[in-house]
């Protein structure tokens, strides 16, 4: 989505905020790699190219603009970088959110709100900052910062499982910004409703935008790209992948139904798309 879509009062427009590699046999799960190889092709190393995709979301009727997710950050040392082989927005002097809100021609300093989908490197490290004395410190420290208060819980105590995709210096600091933790679904801000889905992490959030008779709906790790949108195709991340079954038909029966556009935050080269229901099957367009 090269130019912005309008949905009543809010004007949506995807961000780039840089890429990282995981591993495919992980991205995929059971999915053998003769199927899955066919859709993005690994690297030599095994890992397949992933986007990290913010949405900017301004207010024509307030002074109000969302980010929703903030991508990795670069608070961590080379190997780190080298093993995901993280990229980042071009450019210096500011965080990589801040550069990569700037590209899209907005000031980090008039954002008023940044939705996190869940508290994973990939989409809250770049949330946070080191400063001079290399204390990780709130990138938006004026934004109301909208999280499920059952995934910061999670966040802060995890499972072994998850225990590297939780990083404490991305989450500790933000309690040192508005932080709002969300109790479930519902809408948060006009036009903008969350909702809780539990399979890929406890207490994620889909966010979905209405207006003019349009919807979008930004999916996080529910569907990390348009190859994911299959039902059966989940994650070895996924904690539960029975429960992303569940969820994800739920999403894309409603999907389905409104028409909606689906903001892909991993696909490395759909930006959008939507779905539609042939022959009793939901597939991409």
């Known amino acids: 989505m090269d130019m912005a879509v309008t949905l009543g009062r809010w004007r949506a427009k995807v961000v780039d905020a840089g890429r990282l590699f995981l591993d495919g046999g992980a991205m995929f799960g059971s999915v ?11 690297d030599d190393q095994h890992r397949i190219p992933l986007a990290t995709r ?9 002074d109000r603009i969302v980010v929703i997710d903030a991508g990795v950050g670069d608070k961590e040392e080379a190997s780190f970088r080298e093993r995901f082989a993280v990229s980042l927005p071009e450019g210096s002097g500011e965080p990589p959110l801040c550069r990569a809100i700037r590209e899209a021609g907005v000031d980090p300093a008039a954002i ?9 490197f990939d989409h809250a490290g ?10 990780s410190q709130p990138v938006l420290p004026a934004a109301t910062h909208w999280v499920q208060a059952t995934n910061w819980e999670t966040a802060l105590s995890p499972n072994r499982r998850e225990r590297a995709s939780y990083l404490r210096y991305n989450i500790e600091p933000l309690e040192a910004a508005p932080l709002q ?10 036009g903008i409703s969350v909702e809780r889905v539990d399979g890929h992490t406890i207490g994620m959030q889909t966010v979905r935008i209405e207006g003019g008779g349009q919807v979008m709906r930004y999916l996080a790790d529910l569907a990390p790209t348009r ?3 299959r039902v059966t195709w989940t994650m070895g991340y996924d904690i539960s ?6 969820e994800k038909e739920r999403m894309l029966s409603a999907a ?3 028409e909606a556009v689906l903001v892909l935050e991993h696909d490395p080269v759909t930006a959008c798309t939507s779905v539609e229901e042939i022959d009793g099957k939901i597939v991409a367009k």
């Not at 008023?112 to 994973?120: E, Q, S, V, Y």
């Not at 080191?130 to 204390?135: A, E, I, K, Q, T």
């Not at 933790?181 to 006009?190: A, N, S, T, Y």
């Not at 992948?241 to 569940?246: A, H």
């Open 54 to 62: 913010l949405l900017l979301l301004e207010d024509s009727e307030s």
């Open 256 to 258: 389905v139904e409104e």
């Open 126 to 135: 770049g949330a946070t900052a080191l400063d001079d004395s290399g204390v």
């Open 112 to 120: 008023t709100d940044l939705i996190l989908t869940h508290l994973h």
């Open 227 to 229: 190859h994911h949108l």
């Open 241 to 246: 992948p029975l429960t992303v079954l569940e």
């Open 181 to 190: 933790k969300l109790d479930g679904d519902g809408e948060i801000l006009p």
């Open 32 to 42: 053998p790699r003769v199927v899955w190889e066919r859709c993005i092709e690994p």
